[in-house]
T-cell receptor, first 115, second 111 residues
């Protein structure tokens, strides 16, 4: 199957700093990428959907100025958590889907810890 | 919007068969997915149903009834490594085709 990578796999940062997470589709062109957040023992919560070259669509309750998403190319999307706080500590997972594809391929996730 | 229900936990014995049910209510349906997620890892794709009926893939099968808003995932010949969370997700029919996930069913396989 298709491969999606995420970097970094884990990050620890101080409160108030910004963290950028990259999501790459390695062997296919991802026309749509999804960003999820998952707290311990909870299900995936969709944060935003991004299509290449256009602004991301954020889910209700997700602050677009805090979680900046850029999908500048068909193989790369980035999520920047600005001014991170301890409550932003979570497992962030991206998934990618190619054109006319039914399947979403998930990245391995990024575990963010904000001190 | 979408509302997805699945049992929170299930326990089964190694070598047995287990069925995980999922019911959904949606304003626009464009497919149902099952994913497996081990603790601390990202989900992996198991199956996709968009038409009514049974899809079989090795030890795993998935069934869909659109009129009933119902699906199940059937796992045969259970192995210890099948202990994981199983997520039911429904895709909507907008251009973005985003999927909404259920809370997941934690399956524990015992020897």
């Amino acid at each position: 199957g298709a491969v999606v990578s995420q970097h970094p796999s884990w990050v620890i940062c101080k409160s108030g700093t910004s963290v950028k997470i990259e999501c790459r589709s390695l062997d296919f062109q991802a026309t749509t990428m999804f960003w999820y957040r998952q707290f311990p023992k909870q299900s995936l919560m969709l944060m935003a959907t991004s299509n290449e070259g256009s602004k991301a669509t954020y889910e209700q309750g997700v602050e677009k100025d805090k979680f900046l998403i850029n999908h500048a190319s068909l193989t790369l999307s980035t999520l920047t958590v600005t001014s991170a706080h301890p409550e932003d500590s979570s497992f962030y997972i991206c998934s990618a889907r190619g054109l006319a594809s039914n399947e979403q391929f998930f990245g391995p996730g990024t575990r963010l810890t904000v001190l | 919007g979408q509302n997805i229900d699945q049992p929170t936990e299930m326990t089964a014995t190694e070598g047995a068969i287990v069925q995980i049910n999922c019911t959904y209510q949606t304003s626009g349906f464009n497919g149902l997915f099952w994913y497996q997620q081990h603790a601390g890892e990202a989900p992996t794709f198991l199956s996709y149903n968009v038409l009514d009926g049974l899809e079989e893939k090795g030890r795993f099968s998935s069934f869909l009834s659109r009129s009933k808003g119902y699906s199940y995932l059937l796992l045969k010949e259970l192995q210890m490594k099948d202990s994981a969370s199983y997520l039911c997700a429904v895709r909507d029919n907008t251009n973005a085709g985003k999927s909404t996930f259920g809370d997941g069913t934690t399956l524990t396989v015992k020897p």
